[in-house]
């Protein structure tokens, strides 16, 4: 084995679950922001163009924070180069974060810079650490091919308004999104396989769900603000809060209550952990922007409990739950090798209640939505529960 391989900012692999470092903690904090900026900007762009520019942005975080995952999962945090890679990465997700309001006005420029900077600063960086004979660089190289034509986009859409620059900067997701299906495949550069990706499966699936806990406690974050905001709380009020407060718990029960410590098994002892990573994280992209959505559907509840809803309104109320359980679904099929039927019957309950809810107001259009997401999770329990007596 050459010395290179024994790097000091490799992480050791020693048959142990990597644990998730104080570093990789702190580097997540910028993400609560980002979450947050993400659901009030499409609270205030409920429109078809507002969804496309909400999604194409939740994509850029959601890649800006998978890629530095994955290298703090084949390096160690705790070594002095790699905090400082994270460090440096944290601050540029910030300014990232903080110009998602007008990235599609006055700060695109911010915007594109910092992220096309964070993914092609990240790779260079950790291309030049490995050097070029390690086992890795050929993939880091790839990696460093499709993040520099991705930058090319971001750029190029900075540049340009309007559906245009939405085009570009879409263009520019899916170069980063998609390469990784395909092994990075680059012209002249041959692809990766994923045996070759030797990540720990263990700290990869722990990372992911602490991501979900960082997504739901900003929707908690967002209802006790709102709370707060109200000079007087009435019935409908609190009702209003118990009504988001249990869609919350109702996530929360059908990730973590049911599927999440079978998910580092499996992922733990995959024959091909770098193929199940991958799925994780394409997954929880689906599954975080269904709490995103959910978060701004809470937001319309708690603010105009009493007001009838408006088709634009019923969407969102479904569209959140919706989503999250079609990513839930999927992430139990990475786990356990099927989607759950409760899910399905979950979502054409939601699909049929899209069309009853402009008959109601907000605030039992959150109770009904919370109460499907309810139902699922006590359908799934019930069925592990048989399946574990069996």
């Known amino acids: 084995m050459s010395t290179r391989l024994r790097l000091p900012a490799l992480r ?6 990597a644990r998730v470092t104080y570093e990789e903690l702190f580097f997540d904090l910028v993400y609560v922001f980002a979450v947050t900026q993400l ?3 499409l609270l205030h762009h409920l429109d078809l163009a507002g969804v496309l520019q909400t999604l194409v942005l939740w994509f850029a975080v959601w890649l800006g924070w998978q890629y530095a995952c994955w290298v703090s999962n084949w390096f160690d945090p705790e070594a002095p180069r790699i905090r400082g890679l994270l460090f440096a990465t944290m601050l540029l997700a910030l300014l990232m974060s903080s110009s998602i309001p007008e990235a599609f006005a006055d700060r695109a420029w911010v915007f594109a810079g910092a992220y ?4 092609v600063g990240r790779t260079a960086f950790v291309l030049f650490e490995v050097g070029r004979t390690h086992p890795l660089a050929p993939n880091f190289r790839r990696m460093l091919a499709w993040v520099s034509v991705s930058a090319c986009f971001w ?8 559906n245009t620059r939405l085009a570009l900067w879409a263009v520019a997701v899916a170069c980063e999104y ?5 092994g990075f495949a680059f012209p002249g550069m041959g692809r990766s396989h994923t045996r070759e990706w030797t990540i720990e499966g263990g700290h990869l699936a722990e990372r992911c769900q602490l991501f979900v806990i960082v997504a739901l406690g900003e929707t908690l974050l967002a209802t006790g603000g ?4 109200v000079e007087q709380w009435s019935g409908a009020v609190v009702s209003a809060v118990l009504a988001t407060f249990a869609g919350t718990i109702a996530m929360w029960w059908l990730y973590f209550g049911i599927s999440s410590r079978d998910a580092t098994e499996a992922i733990s002892h995959a024959e091909d952990p770098g193929r199940m990573g991958a799925n994780f994280h394409y997954v929880h992209a689906l599954l975080i922007a269904g709490i995103i959505a959910t978060a701004v559907g809470n937001d319309l509840v708690m603010d105009h409990p009493h007001a009838v809803v408006t088709p634009v309104y019923a969407a969102v109320l479904v569209a959140g739950p919706l989503i999250y359980l079609l990513g839930s679904a999927l992430y139990k099929r990475v786990v356990y090798g099927r989607a759950p ?7 054409v309950a939601l699909g049929v209640m899209g069309f009853v809810l402009p008959q109601t107001h907000l605030l039992t259009a959150g109770w009904l939505t919370s109460a499907v997401l309810l139902a699922v999770g006590l359908m799934d329990t019930r069925l592990k529960h048989r399946l574990q007596r069996a």
């Open 39 to 41: 659901s009030h900007h």
């Open 341 to 347: 039927y409760s899910h399905l019957i979950g979502a």
């Open 12 to 17: 050791q692999r020693d048959g142990h679950h």
């Open 116 to 119: 096309a900077t964070m993914q």
């Open 178 to 182: 998609v390469s990784p299906m395909f």
């Open 155 to 162: 750029l190029a859409g900075a540049a340009a308004e309007g």
């Open 226 to 229: 709102v709370l707060s905001e």
